[in-house]
């Protein structure tokens, strides 16, 4: 038996990123509300079908770190006089930070009795969104500094420490079952991995002891495995060593340099050149 079924509201919204020239993030949202009949008793007077009666924009301004630079309201449609004060006041969320605990320092900073509830519910949707759109920034931010935590480790299934994403794109934040120890390192994986990337010029290389080699950088993307010895690599002021069984992961392009250590230093090297580039 069909049921049938009478519409009488809708609600949109409307969610957007963009990156911007002066290497800040936008994200603008709009939320509408209409009703699918005439109301009679509306404030001032009536509502006609389809006419909103919440119409309300919001543009937040964020850095690839997450702290909110600018935060503009308005209620372009709205039931009371005081809704657009209530907008106007969430100015106030400049400053803070849309990673995690931003519900509860929002709620901190701005009461519900001062501010308007429809924007408030679209604040956390615009934190994500404001994340999916620095996703290629996050990415070269990753592939520069391998070791540097991931934002949105443990946010989700996905990103759970103990799960296979992690394992394989960042293992040193890894901590589920079979943790493999650092000699313990599956050199197949790691195989798997250089050709599923197209790190396809491989080779497995020796380096003396106590080597010590000057900023440089390369025209391709490397990604090695240590076997034995050690290497301390510093990458954007950033010194980190790697020891048997880390992966070292410097794109193209990247000034770095690199200290061996006085057993010397073995490991397998994948290069990702660019199309039409010769192996070296």
Request: hydrophobic share 35%.
């Amino acid at each position: 038996m069909t049921v049938q079924r009478t519409p009488l509201h809708s609600r949109t919204i409307q969610l957007d990123g963009f990156a911007r020239d002066d290497g800040l993030f936008d994200v603008d949202a709009r939320l509408t509300d209409v009703k699918h009949y005439r109301m009679t008793n509306w404030p001032g007077g009536s509502l006609n079908a389809g006419e909103p009666m919440h119409d309300m924009h919001v543009t937040m301004t964020v850095d690839a770190d997450g702290i909110i630079h600018g935060l503009q309201a308005r209620a372009a449609a709205h039931p009371h006089q005081v809704c657009q004060q209530g907008a106007a006041n969430f100015s106030r969320l400049v400053g803070l930070s849309i990673r995690k605990g931003f519900t509860k320092a929002v709620a901190e900073r701005l009461g519900p009795d001062e501010s308007c509830t429809h924007i408030r519910e679209m604040l956390q949707q615009m934190a994500t969104v404001a994340f999916q759109s620095m996703r290629e920034a996050r990415h070269q931010t990753y592939s520069s500094a391998p070791q540097k935590k991931p934002v949105l480790l443990n946010s989700c299934i996905a990103w759970s420490s103990q799960g296979d994403w992690v394992k394989v794109r960042f293992p040193s934040f890894y901590d589920g079952p079979n943790k493999p120890a650092p000699d313990q390192m599956d050199r197949a994986s790691f195989e798997a991995r250089l050709k599923r990337e197209g790190y396809l010029d491989t080779e497995i290389k020796r380096i003396a002891p106590n080597v010590v080699v000057p900023e440089h950088t390369h025209d391709f993307d490397v990604l090695a495995q240590v076997s034995a010895g050690e290497v301390t690599i510093t990458c954007n002021g950033e010194a980190r060593t790697y020891c048997p069984g880390d992966i070292v992961d410097v794109p193209a392009g990247v000034l770095h340099s690199e200290v061996y250590g006085p057993e010397g230093y073995t490991f397998l090297v994948g290069r990702r050149h660019k199309a039409g580039q010769p192996a070296q």
